[in-house]
């Protein structure tokens, strides 16, 4: 159930070369005052809007910090999720392909996206069709292939539209099976360098991930996961998850550890706040 236009942008921008490779260029939206409204995860308390938009700004410095060219927009919809912009679109090497959010509420915010993309001459690659459903924080990219959580969200339309345009694009496409509970695979897995994973083995299918290294968290640590990638072996991560943050240490990677607790209270992880536009 996918459109796809990769013949009229074979001479466009390189975009996402290498999925792990130097991040150069991302896509943020900031958050609204509706994140206070978001369900918090069991135990936590509420977001606070104005802590989460200075947590935000933190990460785009951050970002900056490291030879990241951001673009950050304000939201333009009232769910208090629209800053999990990664939710939008999933960016290959020639163009990016937009999702078809579960969410009914969020579904226009791939259209909105589509418009910044226009700006920022990211062409478009293909898209999820009707009724297909597919968020793009269930796909985790990672080396050449392209994991596909299969959970709570999504259909095997949409999941089956993605897996033929990742076919496209030259990656092996792997499901992934998803524990009852679990939001999206971003938020219990993470791709550290180009075959290596980190995850929480007990929310999923372990044996999915067969021929990658994978780095196995503590239970309750597996929001940790959804590391950030800078560059090879070189993450953000929420410092929230200091277990997570000592593991993923330990096995040599670089980790740049900031605040993002706010999110981190409604289930949002740092690979959630952006879409890759540019890797080499």
Same mark, same amino acid.
């Given at each position: 159930?996918?459109?796809?236009?990769?013949?009229?942008?074979?001479?466009?921008?390189?975009?996402?070369?290498?999925?792990?490779?130097?991040?150069?260029?991302?896509?943020? *939206? +900031?958050?609204?005052?509706?994140?206070?409204?978001?369900?918090?995860?069991?135990?936590?308390?509420?977001?606070?809007?104005?802590?989460?938009?200075?947590?935000?700004?933190?990460? +785009?410095?951050?970002?900056?910090?490291?030879?990241?060219?951001?673009?950050?927009?304000?939201?333009?919809?009232?769910?208090?999720?629209?800053?999990?912009?990664?939710?939008?679109?999933?960016?290959?090497?020639?163009?990016?392909?937009?999702?078809?959010?579960?969410?009914?509420? +969020?579904?226009?915010?791939?259209?909105?996206?589509?418009?910044?993309?226009?700006?920022?001459?990211?062409?478009?690659?293909?898209?999820?069709?009707?009724?297909?459903?597919?968020?793009?924080?269930?796909?985790?990219?990672?080396?050449?292939?392209?994991? *596909?959580?299969?959970?709570?969200?999504? /259909?095997?339309?949409?999941? /089956? !539209?993605?897996?033929?345009?990742?076919?496209?694009?030259?990656?092996?496409?792997?499901?992934?099976?998803?524990?009852?509970?679990?939001?999206?695979?971003?938020?219990?897995?993470?791709?550290?360098?180009?075959?290596?994973?980190?995850?929480?083995?007990?929310?999923?299918?372990?044996?999915?991930?067969?021929?990658?290294?994978?780095?196995?968290?503590?239970?309750?640590?597996?929001?940790?996961?959804?590391?950030?990638?800078?560059?090879?072996?070189?993450?953000?991560?929420?410092?929230?998850?200091?277990?997570?943050? !000592?593991?993923?240490?330990?096995?040599?990677?670089?980790?740049?550890?900031?605040?993002?607790?706010?999110?981190?209270?409604?289930?949002?992880?740092?690979?959630?706040?952006?879409?890759?536009?540019?890797?080499?």
């Amino acid at each position: 159930m996918t459109t796809h236009a990769r013949q009229t942008v074979a001479f466009g921008p390189r975009l996402v070369a290498t999925a792990t490779g130097r991040l150069s260029a991302g896509l943020l *939206v +900031r958050p609204s005052p509706a994140i206070e409204r978001a369900t918090p995860l069991i135990g936590e308390p509420g977001a606070v809007y104005e802590r989460a938009r200075e947590q935000h700004e933190v990460l +785009r410095t951050t970002l900056e910090y490291f030879g990241v060219k951001t673009t950050a927009i304000e939201p333009t919809g009232d769910d208090p999720y629209e800053t999990s912009v990664a939710d939008a679109a999933v960016v290959f090497e020639d163009g990016a392909a937009l999702m078809r959010l579960s969410s009914l509420a +969020r579904r226009a915010e791939a259209d909105r996206i589509e418009t910044h993309f226009a700006s920022l001459d990211v062409p478009l690659a293909g898209h999820i069709a009707a009724p297909g459903l597919l968020d793009g924080t269930d796909v985790l990219l990672a080396g050449k292939t392209a994991f *596909v959580g299969a959970g709570s969200r999504g /259909n095997d339309l949409g999941r /089956n !539209g993605f897996a033929a345009l990742a076919r496209a694009h030259g990656y092996r496409v792997v499901e992934v099976r998803l524990a009852p509970g679990v939001r999206a695979l971003q938020t219990v897995a993470g791709a550290l360098s180009s075959d290596t994973l980190v995850v929480e083995a007990e929310k999923l299918d372990v044996d999915a991930f067969a021929g990658f290294r994978t780095i196995a968290l503590e239970t309750g640590e597996g929001q940790g996961a959804g590391v950030l990638v800078l560059d090879e072996r070189h993450v953000i991560a929420d410092l929230r998850f200091g277990s997570a943050i !000592g593991t993923i240490r330990r096995a040599g990677i670089t980790v740049e550890a900031i605040d993002l607790y706010e999110f981190a209270k409604i289930g949002l992880t740092p690979s959630m706040l952006m879409v890759p536009l540019r890797r080499d």
